[in-house]
Structures are given as structure tokens and as C-alpha cells.
């Protein structure tokens, strides 16, 4: 049984930092590309930033965080630096379906989810 659990979240001033934490359990972690989405209220669940070998994100978000991973923790994370107030909302880890190529942007690749942490960014 996979799990995923996220912390780190919180209130922050924009311009600000926070870094958001995964550890995950229950699969062999290095195998796997593992992912971060984000869905603010009344939108849809969007792409941040993915990891595997290379590390993948959002232009959104490009220059302003930093996806990595600890595979010896199980741990990924997700170094947020400037948050802006648009930055706003629940933050989930995800775990890739295949140990193969996936479509790191794409939510239905990932089979695992975390419950989610909440990051406010105040203007």
C-alpha cells in the first residue's frame, strides 16, 4: 500500500519562501517519477513540477521553485522562493503509475496522491 504525505504548507508573505516536504512509502521510491499539483478553489488541479532523472515544471513556476528528491529519505520536495499571492493553493504529491516514461504533466499518470497541504501566500 502506497503512501504519500505532504507537509510544509502555511502562511506566508508574498515574496516569501516554504518548502514543502513528501515522504513516501510502500513502492521502491527511486523507480518512480513523482510530481506536484496544485488546484486552487474553483479551479481545476494544475501541473508544478515532476522529478525523475531530469526535473520538469510548469512555466508558471519556472525559476521560482526547485523540485528534488532524497531517494535514500523517500522523500521529495518542493523549494518554493517568491511566492506570489497567485501561488495560493492546496498542494499534492503524486506518484507516477509506471516505473516507465510517463507524461509527467498529466494528473491520470500518476496513480498515488497524497492528502494535500495547504500553502497561502498573503499580498
Known amino acids: 500500500q502506497v503512501q504519500l504525505v505532504e507537509s510544509g504548507g502555511g502562511l506566508v508573505q508574498a515574496g516569501g519562501s516554504l518548502r514543502l516536504s513528501c515522504a513516501a512509502s510502500?513502492?521502491?521510491?527511486?523507480?518512480?517519477?513523482m510530481g506536484w499539483f496544485r488546484q486552487a478553489p474553483g479551479k481545476e488541479r494544475e501541473f508544478v513540477a515532476a522529478?525523475?532523472?531530469?526535473?520538469y515544471y510548469a512555466d508558471s513556476v519556472k525559476g521560482r521553485f526547485t523540485i528534488s528528491r532524497d531517494n535514500a529519505k523517500n522523500t521529495v520536495y518542493l523549494q518554493m522562493n517568491s511566492l506570489k499571492p497567485e501561488d495560493t493553493a492546496l498542494y499534492y504529491c503524486?506518484?507516477?503509475?509506471?516505473?516507465?516514461?510517463?507524461?509527467?504533466?498529466?494528473?491520470?499518470?500518476?496513480?498515488?496522491w497524497g492528502q494535500g497541504t495547504q500553502v497561502t501566500v498573503s499580498s
Open positions: 503524486a506518484q507516477g503509475r509506471s516505473a516507465y516514461g510517463i507524461t509527467v504533466a498529466n494528473g491520470y499518470e500518476y496513480a498515488y
Open positions: 510502500g513502492r521502491t521510491f527511486s523507480s518512480y517519477t
Open positions: 522529478i525523475r532523472w531530469s526535473t
